[in-house]
């Protein structure tokens, strides 16, 4: 079992940065590969970046690829998502979720377990 707590969302203008945490609890964090989904009012959930369980490989969607960072700390049991020269169209909840198995997915139903999200708004 594993619980997840998003945090660090908030009101940003066009281009500002924010760092979205995800705190993990659970002893197995570190076997688990992690995603970040964001839903939009009115849209469907969607994939944001995800990363594998040791950290050593990544996979970003195309319209935050060079804009987001993906990264964990197994040691901490956290994960984070950096993202810089925000947009309005990126303003969503933004969600952290954990799949076991051996790779990671932009499937949301493949997802395990979910927290609760973060609002991040972007104002043009």
């Known amino acids: 079992q594993v619980q997840l707590v998003e945090s660090g969302g908030g009101l940003v203008q066009t281009g500002g940065s924010l760092r979205l945490s995800c705190a993990a609890s659970?002893?197995?964090?570190?076997?688990?590969?992690m995603g970040w989904f964001r839903q939009a009012p009115g849209k469907e959930r969607e994939f944001v970046a995800a990363i594998s369980w040791r950290g050593g490989s990544t996979d970003y969607a195309s319209f935050v690829k060079g804009r987001f960072s993906i990264s964990r700390d197994n040691g901490k049991n956290m994960v984070y998502l950096q993202m810089n020269s925000l947009k309005p169209e990126d303003t969503a909840v933004y969600y952290c979720?954990?799949?076991?198995?051996?790779?990671?997915?932009?499937?949301?139903?493949?997802?395990?377990?979910w927290g609760q999200g973060t609002q991040v708004t972007v104002s043009s």
């Open positions: 979720a954990a799949v076991g198995g051996g790779y990671y997915s932009r499937r949301d139903s493949e997802y395990d377990y």
């Open positions: 659970g002893r197995t964090f570190g076997s688990y590969n």
